[in-house]
């Protein structure tokens, strides 16, 4: 694009999946787009995770609505573009009497309907081969979530936008500078009406004032995956156990939460210490991803631990029963979260300019209806 200036009506930066989202619910409006992204393909956190669509993660009301709508776009793009897209539900698993009173409870609150149902153990253990029967209690079985390839979702969307919507793709190219109706990149100028920024854990490039003054930060999650599991053997839904229910705000109205968490912290100190809950997903090939941490700052520490990856496996085998767990890959993501207990930050730093970050790890969830709400603002 060196030369004369480019001119669109909406320039998009960052094609992670916020960006990705808000190409798409703009050119859906009928609006020329362009893509920036800085490099030749994007390689932060939108490849570094699960590739879990996770409504039962969210709490009852607009976020429950928003990752509901998201799973809805998902599987339409998923259908056109000819990607990966598992419907496979999710289960969480009870080895506990508080796991499974906190599942009653979240059944039989707001949380409960969508199709989410509890299982006792044998029903579970007939359902769910992959998961490992000695101890079990029971389940919560939910059919709302859904899984993609990450890696593949992220790396060939871009081209499926360009030609399903004429979104123009301008990659391997950095955004220096956003001025009224322009955009200074390290390949020229882009005219736009509309800028909208999904930096994601960049803080520094564009508005960094505001970032600094933002209740923000960055998060980093450590992450392995296996090699292909036999052809004859399936995940099933995705998995996690009592962890995983500390962890997320959809459960924090079951009045016997603060009890397992206590339970939690002094059972499994070391997993509290360095926010572990333990999730399993399965990709297309039938490899299995495994994680996470969350270890929070704005300064990330470069050096994964050996000792984080042994405690997510050590407390997925109390639930998991799988052919091989044999890791083939070992990494770590970065993505932004808010500290206030927000979704979301959005905000317009200046005329025609539109910020949208802090999703932290459920961007993939939400990212799609976000962006239908934000591009609708934007008239």
């Not at 030369?3 to 409006?29: D, N, T, Y």
């Amino acid at each position: 694009m060196e030369g004369a200036a480019v001119k669109v009506e909406v320039v998009v930066v960052g094609a992670g999946i916020v960006g990705l989202a808000h190409a798409r619910a703009a050119a859906r409006r009928g609006l020329r787009v362009a893509l920036v992204e800085r490099t030749e393909r994007a390689v932060g956190a939108s490849v570094r995770n699960f590739g879990l669509l996770w409504p039962i993660g969210q709490p009852e009301g607009p976020r429950h609505a928003r990752a509901l709508r998201s799973r809805e776009i998902w599987a339409e793009v998923a259908r056109d573009a000819g990607l990966f897209f598992s419907p496979g539900g999710s289960l969480h698993l009870a080895y506990h009497a508080d796991e499974w009173q906190v599942l009653r409870e979240y059944v039989a609150g707001p949380g409960g309907g969508y199709g989410r149902e509890l299982l006792d153990a044998p029903a579970v253990a007939a359902r769910f081969p992959a998961v490992r029967p000695a101890g079990l209690v029971g389940g919560l079985w939910s059919p709302t979530e859904a899984t993609v390839d990450p890696r593949e979702a992220i790396g060939r969307l871009p081209a499926w936008l360009a030609a399903a919507h004429g979104v123009e793709l301008v990659f391997g190219t950095t955004v220096r500078e956003i001025r009224p109706s322009r955009v200074l990149t390290s390949r020229g100028e882009i005219e736009a009406e509309q800028v909208i920024v999904c930096s994601g854990a960049d803080f520094e490039t564009l508005y960094p004032e505001q970032f600094r003054a933002a209740a923000i930060t960055r998060c980093k999650l450590q992450m392995l995956r296996t090699g292909p599991q036999p052809a004859t053997w399936s995940l099933g839904p995705a998995l996690c156990a009592g962890l995983t229910l500390a962890h997320y705000d959809s459960f924090q109205y079951c009045s016997s939460l603060p009890a397992l968490r206590e339970r939690l912290q002094a059972a499994l100190p070391f997993h509290a210490a360095h926010g572990i809950h333990v999730l399993v997903s399965a990709t297309a090939a039938g490899e299995l991803t495994l994680g996470d941490s969350h270890a929070y700052g704005l300064t990330v520490d470069p050096f994964d631990r050996e000792d984080i990856n042994t405690a997510i496996l050590g407390y997925l085998d109390t639930f998991l029963q799988a052919p091989s767990l044999a890791i083939a890959e070992r990494w770590h993501g970065v993505y932004p979260k808010m500290t206030d207990g927000s979704s979301e930050l959005v905000f317009s730093p200046e005329p025609g300019v539109t910020v949208v970050n802090g999703l932290g790890g459920a961007g993939m969830t939400l990212s799609f209806g976000l962006a239908e709400e934000v591009v609708a603002r934007l008239g």
